[in-house]
C-alpha cells in the first residue's frame, strides 16, 4: 500500500586526513573554525562510513542507529541541525514544482556504520555526518552541489565538510559570520596525483580522554601559541600546501604536513590543562619517520596525527617497499620491537574519491533496519 511505501538512498563516504589542520571555532553554533585546512580523502575500498536514509509515512520519530546502537536525536544537537537544514531544502522542492512527492514532512530512518574504529582519531565523525548528509540529500533528490552540501556536513562536524569531495580538499574558514563562506573545495582531484598512498598504524582504538571539540575549545582559550598558529603558521602552510599538490611536489608536502603536525600539538601541549593526544608509541613513530627519511637521504614518508595517537604516513607509491611497519622498525633498531609491540593493525590505503552511491541498503523494503538488536544510549 502507498502509505506504507519506504523510500531509501545508501551512500559510502570517505575518511580525510588532514594536512593542514583544522583546530578551533570562532562559532560554535554554526562549526566556523579560526583557520582553513586542506587534507587527503583517502580510498572507501579501506574506510568508509555505510549509511542508509529512508523515510516513510509508516515511521514514528525520526531515529538514527549508528553501529549498531539506536541512538537519541538532541532537538538541539548537531544531527538535528543537519537534518532541519536538509529538510529545508526538500520544502523549497517541493514548493517549487507542484508534481515532487510531498515526502519532507515523513520521519526518517538513518541506519549508518562504520568499517573502522569510532572516536579513536580517525576521522569517523567527518565521515559519518558526511555519508548523513550525501545519503539524505539523495533520499530527498537535492540538486545543490558537493560544496553547497559541505556547509551542512559542517554543522555536523568540521571536518565532515571535506569528506563530501575526493582527492585534494581546502576548507576555507571563510570571513561572513553566517557561515556562507565557509565550505569545502577540490584543490585537484584524486587523478591528479593518484601516485599518494597511507599507512595508517593503529596504535589505539579506544576513545579518546578529550574530545576534539572540547581539546580546540580550550586550546582557543588558553594557548598562547595559538594565536602565532592562526594568525602565521597556517595562513602560510595553506599557501605553501595548495601550491606543493598543484605542483605535485612530494618534499615540500612532506615538510609542510609533518611541521603542520607538530605545531598542531605544540597548541594542544600548550593548552592548560594540557591535551596529550599522542602517546610513547606515537613519538617512535615520528622517530622512525625521521630516520626513514635520512637513511634514504630524501623525504620517503610524512607524519601526520590528528586529535588521537595514530600515525598517518604518507608517501608515493614507488617508495611503498622503503615504507611499511618492518622498515619503520629497522629504522629504530634496539627500540623497534616497541614499535612492533605497541600498534594493533596496520592499514594500507591511498588517496580516494569522494561519497559514492550505492544499493547496498541497511534498511529493507519494510523499513526494518539490517542490524542486530540495537539499543538506546544518550
Known amino acids: 500500500m502507498e502509505h506504507r511505501k519506504v523510500l531509501r538512498a545508501s551512500v559510502t563516504a570517505p575518511v580525510n586526513i588532514a594536512v593542514v589542520k583544522y583546530w578551533g571555532k570562532r562559532d560554535v553554533a554554526l562549526n566556523l573554525p579560526t583557520n582553513s585546512s586542506i587534507s587527503v580523502t583517502l580510498s572507501q575500498d579501506d574506510l568508509h562510513a555505510h549509511t542508509t536514509a529512508s523515510c516513510s509515512q509508516i515511521f514514528k520519530e525520526d531515529e538514527i542507529i ?15 541541525t543537519c ?4 529538510r529545508s531544502l526538500r520544502e523549497a522542492l517541493e514548493d517549487k514544482d507542484s508534481g515532487a512527492p510531498r515526502i519532507v514532512s515523513w520521519k526518517l530512518r538513518i541506519v549508518s556504520k562504520n568499517n573502522f574504529p569510532t572516536a579513536a582519531g580517525l576521522a569517523s565523525s567527518a565521515a559519518g555526518f558526511a555519508a548523513l548528509v550525501r545519503a539524505v ?13 559541505s556547509m551542512i556536513a559542517r554543522q555536523g562536524s568540521g571536518s565532515a565538510c571535506r569528506s563530501l ?12 559570520e553566517d557561515g556562507s563562506d565557509s565550505l569545502a573545495r577540490v584543490i585537484a582531484p584524486r587523478s591528479h596525483w593518484a ?75 600548550d593548552t592548560t590543562p594540557p591535551i596529550f593526544y599522542m602517546n610513547d608509541v606515537s613519538r617512535l613513530a615520528i622517530r622512525a619517520v625521521e630516520e626513514l627519511n635520512k637513511k634514504a637521504g630524501r623525504a620517503v614518508a610524512a607524519y601526520t596525527f590528528d586529535a588521537g595517537p595514530n600515525p598517518v604516513l604518507y608517501y608515493l607509491a614507488k617508495d611503498e617497499r622503503l615504507v611499511s611497519l618492518g622498515e619503520l622498525v629497522k629504522a629504530l633498531e634496539i627500540q623497534g620491537e616497541l614499535l612492533t609491540q605497541g600498534i594493533t593493525k596496520v592499514i594500507r590505503t591511498r588517496v580516494g574519491d569522494g561519497p559514492r552511491s550505492t544499493n547496498n541498503h541497511l ?7 539490517d542490524t542486530s538488536s540495537p539499543q538506546k544510549h544518550a
Request: hydrophobic share 40%.
Open 165 to 176: 569531495l575526493g582527492g585534494y580538499v581546502a576548507w576555507d574558514m571563510g570571513k561572513k
Open 195 to 269: 601516485e599518494m598512498e597511507a599507512l595508517i598504524l593503529v596504535v589505539s582504538a579506544d576513545k579518546k580522554d578529550t574530545s576534539s571539540t572540547e581539546g580546540m575549545q580550550a586550546t582557543v582559550k588558553t594557548s598562547r601559541l595559538y594565536q602565532i598558529r592562526t594568525g602565521i603558521a597556517v595562513p602560510q602552510a595553506m599557501i605553501d600546501m595548495e601550491t606543493a599538490i598543484l605542483a605535485k611536489d612530494f618534499e615540500s608536502f612532506a615538510s609542510i604536513t609533518m611541521k603542520e603536525s607538530n605545531s598542531f600539538h605544540a597548541t594542544c601541549l
Open 83 to 86: 537534518l532541519t537544514e536538509l
Open 66 to 80: 549508528l553501529n549498531g546502537h539506536l541512538t537519541v536525536i538532541n532537538s538541539a544537537g548537531r544531527l538535528q
Open 363 to 369: 534498511v529493507n523494503e519494510a523499513g526494518e533496519p
Open 137 to 149: 540529500a539523495n533520499l530527498y533528490e537535492l540538486a545543490q552541489s558537493p560544496t553547497e552540501l
